[in-house]
């Protein structure tokens, strides 16, 4: 029996591991496969892997995944792909890597390439033409220290790929990047969409090794013969240009128009806000999204790490985090006035990088439960002060925001959340909203929708909505600005702190003033 072409291969190239899932033509994930892979880590700081183990993560979890769903292999439609962003593969003209491995997302070994351009550059002489801050994650500062550390493999290469694109190569033998990922790459000009010939003149980058830039929901190419024989997929089957794994997940949550967010609570809290055009400010990034619009967003260094901080700092991890929010929600809203600053890892960009973590006005009445609400508070406060940054540089407010990640989980961090926003939270049926959004991507593509957020709209199905609670909501409305003094008046401490002697002085006294 013959089956309709009705299923979409959504490829997920992660940091953990490649998945690959099939997608029926509701948006419904009928199976999804991972093989996971390592993170290299030569020197303190350093991240890297080998795209070698992506592609052979890829081939198995496809081979996998094919054999879960009946016939599955005559009834795929289209492969589109999403991936971690920001890691660095070159290739050269034939194809091969001129690196074993790439340097990740997380890799820090540019540290002294952006102090050098943050130390030279005034804000407002690149953000326009970047629409980003300088920050080690992003391919500009690696490709520059391939340049300085690697020279043949640099000199060598034709192109320079993110993950998922190094695997778009080998499913096609084409060469692109899409705009989602040009975007924060610190090279592309927001306003034409192209590769800026300023900024790589100076950084004195080849502009050559350059790929061309690409809509995500294009057709990058079909799956070439050999790429059909390791697989085990049809030969000619369309391949998408596909987009990096947080752009997808935004369009696969439904946060596809201006005027939605979407707040990302893992190790991080990362909030973002959908608008027309870069928010340009040196605290706020920028990335372009699926659909076209922009996804301004700001990382709170620490999100659920706050929380993994109190279990383990309290609790010597005896206590389980479910635990751990029941005994917060013994404490009432406001934690009767406890503050808790949540910047455990500092800050990412700012004044605040060497910022800390506190609570302010513990009382003799304050006890467990307090502490641990207030940990949950301070996530939030620090979030919408973020939050409010953006609203007041985009000049409007949010209308809705959706959550995912760990974070979504907490009954009573979302609705903390919602109140501390005042704005009211959406929970996605399907977690796994990069799936989704490959796939409302896949059905754009092949004509079954006009505009990816058709598909999206058609795909995306909430579990619940999370209200403010009004008699919260005011409480936290009193609260804030008292964070926002807390976050601002701390700052002066922060350097008095870095510079605290560990040998202690005669008597026991320091010399700071």
Same mark, same amino acid.
């Given at each position: ?268 809290? %990362? ?6 055009? #870069?928010? $340009?400010? /040196?605290?706020?990034?920028?990335? *372009?999204? +699926?659909?076209? &619009? ?121 609705? %903390? ?6 704005? #009211?939270? $959406?929970? /996605?049926?399907?977690?796994?909203? *990069?799936? +989704?959004?490959? &796939? ?74």
């Amino acid at each position: 029996m013959s089956h309709a072409r009705d299923l979409t291969l959504a490829i997920d190239v992660g940091t953990g591991s490649a998945r690959a899932a099939l997608v029926d033509a509701t948006g419904r994930i009928l199976a999804i496969v991972a093989r996971e892979y390592e993170q290299i880590v030569p020197a303190f700081g350093w991240s890297e892997q080998r795209p070698a183990d992506w592609w052979a993560g890829v081939v198995a979890s496809i081979w996998d995944v094919l054999m879960q769903v009946d016939g599955a292999t005559a009834r795929v439609s289209a492969i589109a792909a999403c991936g971690q962003m920001h890691g660095t593969v070159l290739i050269d003209q034939a194809g091969r890597l001129t690196r074993e491995t790439a340097p990740l997302w997380n890799d820090k070994r540019t540290a002294s390439l952006v102090s050098a351009f943050e130390a030279a550059n005034a804000p407002a002489d690149y953000l326009t033409r970047t629409g980003n801050p300088p920050t080690s994650a992003w391919p500009a500062f690696k490709l520059m220290w391939i340049r300085d550390n690697d020279p043949a493999a640099y000199a060598s290469a034709r192109s320079m790929l993110m993950p998922k694109d190094y695997v778009n190569f080998r499913l096609t033998g084409e060469v692109a990047m899409d705009h989602t990922e040009a975007s924060a790459s610190f090279l592309m000009d927001p306003w034409t969409g192209d590769w800026s010939a300023q900024t790589i003149a100076q950084l004195d980058l080849d502009r050559d090794k350059l790929p061309p830039i690409r809509k995500p929901t294009e057709i990058l190419g079909r799956l070439s013969i050999e790429a059909a024989a390791q697989t085990g997929l049809l030969s000619g089957t369309p391949v998408l240009v596909g987009g990096g794994d947080y752009p997808v997940a935004l369009l696969g949550s439904g946060a596809c128009r201006p005027g939605l967010g979407s707040d990302v609570t893992g190790t991080s809290c %990362i909030i973002t806000q959908i608008v027309e055009a #870069p928010l $340009l400010d /040196p605290e706020i990034c920028n990335v *372009g999204t +699926v659909e076209g &619009a922009w996804g301004a967003f700001i990382l709170l260094e620490t999100g659920g790490d706050a929380m993994r901080w109190a279990r383990r700092a309290i609790h010597e991890k005896a206590l389980s985090y479910d635990e751990i929010v029941v005994k917060a929600a013994e404490a009432p809203a406001g934690s009767d006035r406890l503050f808790f600053l949540p910047y455990l890892a500092g800050e990412r960009f700012g004044a605040g990088r060497n910022a800390r973590a506190q609570f302010f006005g513990i009382g003799a009445a304050h006890g467990l439960a307090h502490l641990h609400r207030a940990v949950l508070e301070g996530v939030a406060m620090a979030t919408t002060r973020h939050i409010r940054m953006m609203e007041r540089i985009a000049g409007r407010r949010l209308d809705r925001v959706v959550a995912s990640g760990g974070g979504a989980k907490a009954d009573l961090w979302l609705a %903390i959340k919602a109140s501390c926003y005042g704005i #009211p939270i $959406l929970v /996605p049926s399907e977690p796994e909203c *990069g799936v +989704v959004g490959c &796939a409302a991507m896949a059905a754009t593509a092949t004509g079954r929708f006009a505009r990816v957020e058709d598909a999206a709209a058609a795909f995306v199905h909430y579990e619940r909505e999370v209200f403010p609670d009004p008699r919260w909501e005011a409480t936290y409305a009193k609260m804030q600005p008292v964070f926002e003094k807390l976050y601002r008046h701390s700052q002066a401490l922060y350097d008095y702190l870095d510079g605290l002697d560990a040998t202690p002085v005669s008597g026991g006294r320091t010399d700071l003033p």
